[in-house]
């Protein structure tokens, strides 16, 4: 009930974006999941940038990451040599994942020549500290990525992110 008298009072207010958002898609999503958060974000934002980013076809986290880089480099040119525009990401699901290694990775830093520097990262069900699913056979690169002992999962627990996680 709160949840819904907040979204209610969100719909008659003029809410601008102080940075842009960045969406990152989940595994296997072609942009429909990632496309309806935004179209969600848009019933409560008047006016700011929202761009989605999917990663279908591509089976390694690190050049997801990548693209996430390249993708928010071409829609907000940074004056920043080494970084992207400041943004705040929602990751959903294996984006949450994407939105770190973008950040904080230096092999990804290294690939995309910059990292994501982001203000604030909202996580929907990311499996920061691994997926049990991923333990199954895996189907893809990525799986075994995602799974709480791999060298991905295990290297961004090593230290908190410097931004906020919600």
């Keep these: 009930g709160e949840a819904k008298a907040e979204l209610k009072a969100l719909a008659v207010k003029e809410v601008k974006l102080r940075r842009p958002v960045v969406i990152l898609a989940g595994?296997?999503?072609?942009g429909l999941h990632a496309g309806r958060c935004r179209g969600e974000l848009r019933k409560y934002i008047d006016s700011g940038e929202i761009v989605v980013v999917t990663f279908f076809g591509i089976d390694d986290l690190r050049r997801c990451a990548v693209k996430a880089i390249e993708r928010t480099e071409k829609e907000f040119v940074s004056a920043q040599a080494d970084e992207t525009v400041e943004v705040d990401v929602i990751g959903i699901s294996?984006?949450?994942v994407v939105a770190r290694l973008a950040a904080e990775d230096e092999e990804v830093m290294k690939l995309a020549g910059r990292r994501l520097k982001i203000h604030r990262l909202y996580t929907l069900a990311s499996p920061l500290q691994g997926?049990?699913?991923?333990?199954?056979?895996?189907?893809?690169r990525v799986h075994?990525?995602?799974r709480k002992d791999s060298e991905v999962i295990v290297g961004l627990n090593r230290q908190e992110p410097p931004y906020e996680v919600v």
């Design 27 to 30: 595994l296997g999503d072609v």
């Design 94 to 96: 294996m984006g949450g």
């Design 131 to 140: 997926a049990k699913l991923a333990e199954l056979p895996a189907l893809s």
């Design 144 to 146: 075994t990525q995602l």
